[in-house]
C-alpha cells in the first residue's frame, strides 16, 4: 500500500467507534454515523481503484482501524492517566504494538529483517506518519477540545499525509484517487466534526470572536 492509502484508510478507525460502541456497550449508532462511514466506504474503493485494488496491504490497514476504533474508544477510560503520564503511556502502547506485531510476524512465518532497498521508506513513514504525529497529538490533547481533536483527526492529518504522498514522494495518483481521497475526507469531517451538537454554536462563537 502507498502512504496515501495509509493515511486515509487507517483514519476510518474514528468512524468505526460507535459500531465498536455499539457491539460492547450496546450505544447507539445514529444515522449520521451510518452516513459517514458510506461515503468513507465510497471514497475507499475509489482510492485504491476498486475491488481489484484492494489486497493484502489494504486489508491489513483495515483491521488496524479497526484496532483503533477500539483504542479511541477504550482509551477514554484512562483520560486522566494519558494528561498525566503520556510519555509512561505511549511507552506502554508502542511496547504492546511491537509485541503483538512480533507475535504475528513469528506465526505467519516472516523475517524481522527488512530489505535494505525499502528501509528508508519504511523508517521515513514510521518517523513522519506514525510517531511524530502520534506524539503530538498525546501531548496536545491536554489542551485540544473535542472539536480540535476531531478536525484534526479528520481534516488535516489525511490531508497533509495524501498531499506530501503524491506531491513530494511523487507517489502515482489518478483523478479516482484524488476524487475518493476527497471523499474520505468529507467522511471524517462530517463524522468528527459536524456531526458534533456543540459544532455550530462553537463555530458561531468562534466566527463572531473574529469579527470582533
Known amino acids: 500500500s502507498s502512504s496515501a492509502d495509509t493515511v486515509f484508510i487507517s483514519n476510518i478507525g474514528m468512524l468505526l467507534v460507535p459500531y465498536a460502541g455499539l457491539i460492547l456497550f ?36 483495515l483491521i488496524s482501524a479497526v484496532a483503533m476504533s477500539l483504542y479511541f474508544l477504550f482509551s477514554q477510560r484512562f483520560e486522566g492517566e494519558r494528561s498525566s503520564h503520556v510519555l509512561a503511556l505511549l511507552a506502554q502502547q508502542f511496547f504492546v504494538t511491537a509485541v503483538i506485531s512480533g507475535l504475528a510476524l513469528i506465526g505467519m512465518g516472516e523475517s524481522f529483517s527488512v530489505p535494505s532497498s525499502i528501509l528508508g521508506n519504511v523508517l521515513y513513514q514510521a518517523l513522519f506518519f506514525t510517531v511524530l504525529p502520534f506524539i503530538l497529538v498525546q501531548w496536545a490533547s491536554r489542551w485540544a477540545d473535542e472539536m480540535i481533536a476531531a478536525l484534526y483527526d479528520g481534516v488535516v492529518e489525511p490531508l497533509i499525509g495524501g498531499i ?33 451538537k456543540h459544532f455550530l454554536q462553537k463555530g458561531l462563537k468562534i466566527f463572531d470572536a473574529s469579527v470582533r
Not at 511523487?170 to 466534526?193: C, D, K, S, Y
Open 26 to 61: 450496546r450505544h447507539k449508532v445514529s444515522l449520521k454515523n451510518n452516513i459517514a462511514i458510506l461515503i468513507a466506504m465510497i471514497g475507499m474503493y475509489l482510492l485504491v481503484g476498486g475491488i481489484h485494488g484492494f489486497g493484502f496491504g489494504e486489508a491489513m490497514l
Open 164 to 196: 506530501t504522498s503524491w506531491a513530494f514522494f511523487a507517489e502515482p495518483v489518478t483523478r479516482m484517487n484524488l476524487i475518493g481521497g476527497l471523499l474520505m475526507v468529507v467522511a471524517f469531517a462530517f463524522g468528527g466534526i459536524f456531526s458534533r
